[in-house]
Structure formats: C-alpha cells, structure tokens
C-alpha cells in the first residue's frame, strides 16, 4: 500500500493534537491567570442572590460599573475547575442548545442564571468563565486570556480583599 506525504503528514497532525495535551497546558495557565487577577462585584440587590445564582464578578472596575456601583477593593477567587467559553458555548455544554434570547428580560435572566448555576454545579464545575466571541476565539487560537472576562463563582468561597 502506497501512501503519499500528505496522508502521512495528516495522520501525524492527527495524532500530536487528538490528544489535545496543549488544552490540559491552557486551561491550567488560564486557570492560575484567573486566581492571580483582581475582580470587580457589585453586590446584588437580593441578600439571597448568591444562593441562587452565584456571585458575579468583573475583569474591570469599568465593567462592573454598567451593573452598578462596584465594591472599592478587588476581590481575590480560587477556582479549579471552571466551565470556560462564550455564552453560547456555555448554554450549549450545560443544557445541549442555545436558551437565552436578546429579548430577555431581567427577571427571566436571572431565572436562566439559577438554572446555569444548577446544572453547571450537577456537572462538576465550580465557576463559569464567559468570554465575549472574538476573545474565546482568540483564546482558543493564541492561548493567551482576553482582557474583558466575567467570572460566575458557583461554590461558597472565601474572597480575600487586595492590599491596596
């Protein structure tokens, strides 16, 4: 059996990335990237928010303010296994297809909010990490975090407040 240089090169492709070993190296840099970096929380209006959806936190004070009026210190997480990707991927992975609408309401948000913590928290994960599109992609191709993130911390953890 004949086989040219393309199929062989082809299968050698196939083998160095199928395992996907570089995924395991990005995830565990992006990871310590997530628990290095300082995060914004706007404290919800409900005391019982946090049970219900998690608590929401910012990359920057900037993006924690379209929410409301940001906590002054940064607040330190410790995450290990964090469900990452953008909005549709997340839905995709937790509940199989897109759910969320552009005309949802605030309420039907954060009722879609309860039902990602609930089935996020049934599949092991402890955080959702959302990225915008473009900066999943660029993630996904250079393995070198975007700038703007939002972190959702399921699990009850301690914060630990910055110097300043």
């Given at each position: 059996m004949l086989i040219s240089k393309w199929d062989e090169r082809r299968s050698i492709l196939k083998k160095?990335?199928?395992?996907?070993?570089?995924?395991?190296?990005?995830?565990?840099?992006?990871?310590?990237?997530v628990n290095r970096k300082r995060w914004w929380h706007v404290p919800p209006r409900d005391p019982e928010a946090y049970l219900k959806r998690g608590k929401f936190l910012a990359s920057s004070y900037q993006e924690a303010e379209f929410w409301g009026r940001p906590l002054m210190d940064p607040i330190g997480v410790s995450i290990s296994n964090p469900l990452i990707g953008d909005e549709t991927l997340i839905e995709r992975k937790l509940f199989g297809q897109r759910v969320s609408r552009q005309d949802f309401g605030m309420e039907q948000r954060w009722k879609l909010d309860a039902r990602m913590k609930r089935a996020a928290l049934s599949l092991g994960y402890d955080s959702i990490l959302l990225m915008a599109p473009q900066g999943f992609a660029k993630f996904r191709s250079n393995g070198k975090p975007p700038r703007s993130m939002e972190l959702n911390v399921l699990v009850p953890v301690a914060a630990t407040r910055f110097p300043q």
């Open positions: 160095k990335f199928s395992k996907r070993t570089n995924d395991r190296l990005e995830l565990a840099g992006l990871i310590a990237f």
